[in-house]
């Protein structure tokens, strides 16, 4: 089945940049997006962004204005998210998430983004 890693982790300083990585392993057709949300300690889990592999379709958290950036790489299976001008709040855990069926069914473990003031 679709396992999912993801990298980049790390601590930063506000106003730095970080770029996380999912690679996707045993992907099909059936596998028709991907997607990244992240969960800061005592928080639900929260939306972050999302793409389809086959027409690139995006969306992200409305209270993300812009920071963010969610790509892909087709031939590397590799799902990726540019996080600019980080604040404190971003702190939390990353994961990556891959639909089937328009509904998010598989997740990786997990990378961890600390963001210092």
């Known amino acids: 089945q679709v396992q999912l890693v993801e990298s980049g982790g790390g601590l930063v300083q506000a106003g730095n940049s970080l770029r996380l990585s999912c690679a996707v392993s045993?992907?099909?057709?059936?596998?028709?997006?991907m997607a990244w949300f992240r969960q800061a300690p005592g928080k639900e889990r929260e939306f972050v962004a999302d793409?389809?592999?086959?027409?690139?379709?995006?969306h992200y958290a409305d209270s993300l204005k812009g920071r963010f950036t969610i790509s892909k790489d087709n031939a590397k299976n590799t799902v990726y998210l540019q996080m600019n001008s980080l604040k404190p709040e971003d702190t939390a855990v990353y994961y990556c998430a891959a639909s089937v069926t328009s509904s998010y069914v598989y997740w990786g473990r997990g990378t961890q983004v600390t963001v210092s003031s």
């Open positions: 793409i389809s592999w086959s027409a690139g379709s995006i």
């Open positions: 045993g992907r099909t057709f059936s596998n028709d997006a």
